[in-house]
């Protein structure tokens, strides 16, 4: 009796993801978080009255986190320090190595995770083109916030002008600061700690993650209360349309794909005579007593086989 393929094992086959397909992904999402980035440079006056907008909005909603959090940062070097390298390294380490363990240790879920993060990314560079905003650091002096990155940047491999590395200041879009994408990120990292992670000290960082980084982006002045709030609705915006994005994915996959069962049917009828069920011979190759059907033997209509029995040979003529 023949075998019955399991339901969803054809969509399982299809969509069984390698890394050599993934990680050429993801380094074209992250060339386009970059590329954006520096193509959003707007007017550096608007993103200047952006930032005062914002700061004009957290005065009147009585939010004013960045002003203690800068000056604590500023006065403490044991806390300033640390808080540099944390906004200007774990962005970039802990979100590929959390993409790495649920690659190879929770692959169940990986795709969506993985479509989840990239579409939210998307989203940020949308909020980047339409909203270029200027971080407090780089606002007037007057506005009373400290360039921690500049005061400290003796201590790192970054400039004094950007968390970027010396020389590479140039290279970045500074005014890229609504949403901040740094806390979304934190935010997915966290999620995926505490649900996959598998113990107690990962649910516990994948609280802390997140809301530390939200500390260190305003305590260094690169971020805005706000920004770290629009970090999150981003993520959350993109987690609703994750799905969606993963089926239109998937539509795409199959109208890109060939069927290949439909071209070996086709190779199959292409002039190779079916000598029983899923053998082929080559046109013109012939099986020692195999029978010729009546097309390619060339016998006539009319022609029937014998009473002898089955095998006999035709009467000679």
Not at 138 to 153: N, P
Request: contains cysteine; proline residues 7%.
């Amino acid at each position: 009796m023949p075998q019955t393929e399991k339901p969803g094992t054809e969509v399982t086959a299809r969509t069984r993801l390698h890394w050599w397909t993934e990680l050429p992904l993801i380094l074209l999402v992250y060339g386009c978080y970059t590329a954006g980035r520096l193509l959003a440079r707007g007017n550096t006056s608007a993103a200047v009255d952006h930032g005062l907008a914002i700061l004009r909005v957290e005065k009147d909603l009585r939010l004013n986190a960045e002003h203690p959090l800068n000056r604590l940062f500023t006065r403490e070097p044991w806390l300033g320090i640390p808080a540099d390298f944390w906004y200007a390294s774990l962005h970039y380490l802990v979100t590929p190595a959390i993409l790495v363990f649920l690659f190879r240790k929770r692959a169940e879920i990986y795709r969506r995770a993985r479509t989840w993060l990239m579409t939210s990314t998307f989203i940020g560079l949308i909020g980047f083109t339409l909203l270029p905003t200027c971080p407090p650091r780089l606002l007037a002096v007057k506005y009373g916030f400290v360039d921690t990155m500049a005061q400290y940047s003796s201590y790192g491999w970054w400039g004094g002008d950007a968390s970027a590395p010396r020389g590479m200041g140039g290279m970045t879009n500074q005014y890229a600061a609504m949403p901040s994408l740094h806390c979304g990120w934190a935010l997915w990292c966290g999620v995926m700690l505490w649900r996959h992670g598998g113990n107690r000290l990962t649910k516990v960082l994948g609280v802390a993650y997140p809301l530390l980084t939200a500390i260190v982006v305003m305590g260094t002045a690169n971020h805005y209360f706000l920004d770290a709030v629009a970090g999150v609705f981003v993520m959350g915006v993109g987690y609703l349309l994750a799905p969606s994005v993963t089926r239109v994915a998937d539509l795409v996959k199959v109208w890109v794909t060939p069927d290949t069962s439909l071209v070996t049917a086709r190779s199959g009828g292409a002039g190779s005579p079916i000598v029983s069920g899923g053998c082929q011979t080559s046109a013109g190759e012939r099986i020692p007593s195999q029978r010729e059907s009546r097309l390619a033997s060339g016998a006539e209509p009319d022609a029937a086989p014998t009473d002898a029995g089955e095998g006999a040979p035709a009467p000679a003529r």
